[in-house]
């Protein structure tokens, strides 16, 4: 048996817990957390039709999200137009190898070129070898090393 299309779609205000569920996993595989506010302003965010820079797209098969990405267009001072940066990317693991990382990130690809903003990039940490596999695929890794402002 052949294995089923993944289905890449936008968000929509139904998809609050799935979604929640998703971008949980993805902060518990980072060791990270945000707040209930962050949650509720992200979703808020990504699911408007107003604010046209942040954006959110749910993979789905057979009809249950299994992965998400989020991206949002800025400004840049080197070019004229807009780039995209692909912020957060996570398919669960049951899910992973079955195409739908890549087909998040060829999406995004498709929004961006649609958008007029070609440009996209994004981050990861060096030690997520998993995901490195398939960012080696589908893009070019670049010499920046990412700094934050001290606490």
């Not at 046209?52 to 992965?67: K, M, S, Y």
């Not at 398939?134 to 090393?145: A, C, H, K, S, W």
Request: charge should be negative; proline fraction near 5%; aromatic fraction near 12%.
């Amino acid at each position: 048996m052949a294995p089923r299309a993944v289905t890449i779609r936008r968000l929509t205000p139904a998809d609050e817990p799935e979604w929640r569920r998703l971008w949980s996993a993805y902060l518990d595989f980072y060791e990270s957390s945000v707040a209930a506010e962050v949650y509720t302003t992200s979703f808020a965010r990504l699911v408007s039709r107003e604010d046209e820079t942040c954006h959110g797209l749910l993979a789905v098969d057979d009809e249950r999200p299994i992965g998400l990405v989020h991206y949002l267009y800025h400004r840049h001072m080197w070019r004229v137009e807009d780039v995209c940066y692909l912020q957060d990317l996570y398919v669960d693991p049951a899910h992973r190898g079955s195409g739908a990382g890549r087909a998040l990130i060829e999406a995004v690809y498709a929004a961006a070129d649609a958008n007029g903003t070609p440009s996209v990039y994004w981050l990861t940490q060096d030690f997520n070898d998993t995901a490195r596999r398939l960012y080696d695929r589908v893009g070019e890794v670049t010499p920046f090393i990412k700094y934050v402002r001290s606490a």
